[in-house]
């Protein structure tokens, strides 16, 4: 079945987008979003079942499937509107590169999500994975204003548009962003920009979690305007002790006065980085989430933060953590955990209220879990409606809700 | 109508809810827009969750389509009902059910009307940001449905960036709770998917709303510029000097001219071919701090004089003009067509010159108001609809003005939604499969195509899509999933 099924792949994307992956699966890298339509159309028509690599440094390559599809392929900045702030760029762009293309602009895409710059762009908008900058900046769907995608059966869907308020028709992208794959492979995006800042400033201070998390929540009392207040374990910030950061962005005096109310206010002492120290800082901790072979995000907002940190340790350990500890909430944990401490957790965390997401882990731990797992009213049957409309043949190898048991 | 169905839906709501004679279907013909009117069947004014539901299972039962409906503030033709199809008007559901100020999160039922919202929640120091001109007859479930925006939505985005959560009422009177109260949701962004779908996907029953802090200061601008490219070229400078203002607004002189002359007259210079609105809201330093770079851009694109408003009277003052603009071009003529449409910031000079092209042409008064921060364009049609041939005129230019909104790389509506006067447009901006994506969403969402049927995709332009049957009954995805919620 092998040599044929090859000889097709290279009848759609010619020989050299045909590979195989270290296990020795045929891996398809098409160059061009019909390209990816046309591959789709073949898998849907033959039943063969696919599992979707980016550029293999967030989620492991180990779904089961009959071949695996990577977007590496989809590597070009296609445009870059310095006036009207919005990037057309294909999936498979990493998002170092796009970041050093469009500082040549003086723009920047305000997300920092985790993982290496590597990283390709389409695997941060399919798993809706955002950083530290969603404090001031919203979550990965508030930057995206359209999105192509290719269906399990090839269909190429044009979600969206070029401008930055848009309801012409039902907002489709919508599901693709943080859809982790589910319901098709996103293959080009048109991304909101913003101009660089004219002032860019991170300070950091060091204390006992508990205290820094009280402080987090005197400074969203005072309404401080902060693009960033993120709390980090002694783990992922490789120091002794639990860190806060802040991180303040807008004119030079803007940001001088509000430095001024961040580090008078409270009790921590505050430390301002230096440039080139807080670059490193925010992309150590961005890529040490890596550290752990499992990454999970809890939908926490402040008040509950500190619960929830509890349950945490608790239930898996004190590992590779960090947290919004602004307004925007939000918890991601790293680590090693078995699938029935991980299990107990989401429990846990159903019990009250909180979402838990599996954002990376090996396949076996998917597969059992599920990406989200527990659905609220009424959602499960959507979803799986959802699925079988976009991938009708159900061929994307991608666990969104993980086996019975497992919930 | 059918006079069981009347029963019916008299003993879930009480009879006095349920309006079908023709004088009293007469305020729900229209919604804003004059071009399109029709009566519907029947309108049906739940007064509570409970009753919503009997009544949405009732219709199922039935199998009678329906249109769900806030205010009928939307300006798309969106939420009429035609022929038999049943009104469910929402405007008794107006409780706000809750107020947290530590999550800063409200939770609404959808007729609840939008400016009350932000007036409930001003004594916590809250706001509920997104703030359509029809703010003071708008419901939260219509801006639901039609992702609403407003003048402040350029900073702080539109709704679809303030819901969290939604219980909503599928067509087949089923519940779905979409999204989470804490930020991430439960599985896909549902709640995304949703914001937007016109009321086409059931009916938003509860809604969590994001509340965010007033502002410690806000300073209101106003700039007049000798033409409207130097306007537009002066909001191009802003944005790209890294400045996110809280809005950024455009009027042209006649919009001014209309607004100066009603009562609702704001000061505005109405020799000037474009005014500016600009506010800057945040901490003292950060507002003066930018405001010192704001100024000097707009002189530097010749703006003749700026003001700036200091206290809030004045504020409320300045922008009382722009939010009344469209209330005081009633003075124009009895009817007006308020268009949306998007273009890329850096197209909004070019785009303006040719929209003055096709208003000579066809002989119009056209008024522009719109946001300009973010290309949002409402040129405004004055005219007479008992005037046939003017009205064929009106849309023809219409279609004349998306068609090049569409050219320039634009949008057919920002905020207004597809309703039934856009469905025509969206072949321009979507190609046949795409269509047949949203149809087969919305299949998802409302198998039998009964909720308000008809609007936002031209069905015939659609590429079919069909889910297989068998996927549908054994597919591994297909079963119910466990509720660990409430565990």
């Given at each position: 079945m092998t040599d044929g099924m090859l000889a097709r792949f290279r009848e759609i994307v010619g020989a050299s987008g045909v590979e195989r992956d270290p296990a020795g699966l045929p891996r398809v890298v098409p160059d061009s979003t019909e390209a990816m339509a046309r591959l789709f159309a073949l898998a849907h028509a033959r039943s063969w079942r696919a599992r979707i690599e980016g550029q293999g440094t967030w989620l492991s390559s180990d779904a089961p499937a009959d071949f695996a599809v990577s977007t590496r392929g989809l590597d070009r900045v296609v445009s870059v509107s310095p006036a009207d702030l919005v990037a057309t760029v294909d999936a498979g762009v990493a998002i170092g590169t796009l970041r050093r293309r469009l500082a040549d602009d003086g723009m920047w895409l305000a997300i920092d999500p985790p993982g290496r710059p590597e990283r390709s762009i389409g695997s941060i908008v399919a798993a809706g994975t955002a950083g530290p900058l969603r404090q001031g900046f919203g979550p990965v769907r508030d930057h995206v204003l359209g999105l192509s995608v290719v269906t399990g059966d090839g269909r190429l869907v044009r979600a969206?548009?070029?401008?930055?308020k848009n309801v012409a028709g039902y907002d489709l992208g919508k599901l693709q962003i943080g859809g982790f794959g589910g319901f098709g492979i996103i293959t080009e995006l048109n991304l909101r920009l913003r101009a660089l800042p004219r002032a860019d400033q991170t300070y950091i201070a060091r204390a006992g979690r508990d205290h820094l998390t009280s402080v987090a929540r005197d400074l969203t009392e005072a309404r401080l305007s902060l693009q960033a207040l993120e709390i980090f374990s002694p783990a992922i910030a490789a120091e002794p002790d639990w860190i806060l950061a802040a991180r303040i962005m807008g004119t030079e005096d803007g940001v001088a006065a509000e430095a001024r109310r961040l580090t008078a206010a409270n009790s921590l002492t505050w430390q301002q980085l230096p440039v080139e120290r807080a670059s490193s800082f925010w992309h150590l901790s961005a890529r040490a989430v890596l550290g752990g072979a499992v990454t999970l995000r809890l939908g926490v907002l402040q008040p509950g933060l500190d619960d929830s940190l509890d349950m945490l340790a608790a239930t898996l350990d004190e590992g590779l953590i960090t947290a919004g500890a602004g307004s925007a909430g939000g918890i991601r944990w790293s680590g090693e955990a078995r699938i029935d401490a991980l299990r107990a957790l989401r429990r846990t965390a159903a019990s009250r209220e909180i979402p838990m997401t599996l954002e990376r882990a090996p396949w076996p731990v998917r597969q059992q879990?599920?990406?989200?797992g527990a659905y609220r009213e009424g959602v499960g049957a959507l979803v799986s409606r959802l699925r079988e409309t976009f991938d009708p043949g159900l061929l994307l190898s991608v666990a969104l809700e993980g086996d019975a048991d497992g919930r | 109508m059918n006079e069981a169905l009347l029963a019916s839906l008299s003993a879930i709501v009480g009879p006095r809810w349920v309006r079908h004679r023709k004088a009293e279907l007469a305020t729900y013909t229209m919604d804003g827009l004059p071009t399109h009117e029709s009566y519907p069947g029947v309108v049906v004014l739940p007064g509570s969750r409970d009753e919503l539901i009997a009544v949405v299972r009732q219709l199922h039962a039935t199998r009678t389509p329906f249109v769900a409906r806030g205010a009928g503030t939307g300006l798309s033709g969106g939420a009429l009902a035609e022929g038999n199809a049943v009104l469910v008007a929402l405007t008794r559901l107006n409780r706000i059910l809750s107020v947290d100020p530590k999550t800063r999160r409200a939770v609404v039922e959808p007729g609840v009307v939008n400016a009350r919202l932000s007036e409930a929640v001003l004594p916590h120091g809250l706001q509920y940001v997104p703030d359509p001109s029809s703010q003071t007859a708008c419901t939260i479930g219509g801006n639901v449905a039609e992702n609403a925006g407003g003048p402040h939505c350029l900073k702080a985005g539109v709704t679809t960036n303030h819901v969290t959560d939604l219980e909503i009422i599928l067509p087949d009177g089923s519940l779905a709770r979409l999204g989470s109260t804490h930020g991430d949701a439960w599985g896909p962004d549902l709640v995304g998917l949703f914001v937007g779908s016109e009321g086409m996907f059931g009916i938003a029953s509860r809604i969590t709303v994001r509340l965010e802090p007033i502002p410690a200061t806000v300073r209101t601008m106003l700039a007049d510029f000798p033409s409207i490219r130097s306007a537009s070229e002066a909001v191009s400078a802003i944005i790209a000097s890294g400045i996110v203002p809280a809005a950024l607004e455009m009027m042209d002189q006649a919009c001014v001219q209309a607004v100066e002359a009603s009562i609702y007259a704001a000061g505005y210079p109405t020799d000037a071919a474009a005014v500016l609105l600009v506010e800057l809201d945040g901490q003292p330093e950060s507002v003066a701090a930018e405001h010192a770079v704001v100024e000097p851009l707009l002189r530097a694109h010749r703006a003749r004089n700026v003001l700036t408003a200091e206290t809030a009277y004045d504020r409320a003052r300045l922008w009382q003009g722009r939010k009344k603009a469209f209330g005081a071009m009633g003075r124009i003529a009895p009817d007006l067509v308020v268009q949306d449409a998007v273009v890329p910031r850096s197209a909004l000079p070019d785009v303006l010159d040719r929209i003055g092209e096709i208003r000579d042409r066809y002989g119009l008064h056209i008024s522009n108001v719109f946001h300009a921060g973010d290309g949002n364009l409402h040129p405004n049609i004055s005219f007479d609809r008992r005037n046939v041939a003017l009205a064929e005129r009106v849309r023809n230019a219409s279609r004349e003005i998306m068609t090049a909104c569409v050219a320039a790389g634009g949008s057919i509506t920002g905020e207004h939604g597809v309703g039934n006067d856009k469905l025509d447009y969206m072949p321009l901006i979507f190609d046949a499969e795409t269509l047949g994506a949203m149809q087969a969403t919305r299949r998802v969402f409302d198998p039998g195509e009964r909720a308000n049927p008809g609007k936002v995709v031209p069905v015939h332009a659609c590429r079919e899509w069909c889910a297989t049957p068998a996927a549908r009954t054994n597919g591994s995805h297909g079963r119910p999933l466990a509720e660990v919620t409430h565990d």
């Open positions: 969206g548009g070029r401008v930055v879990l599920g990406h989200f | -």
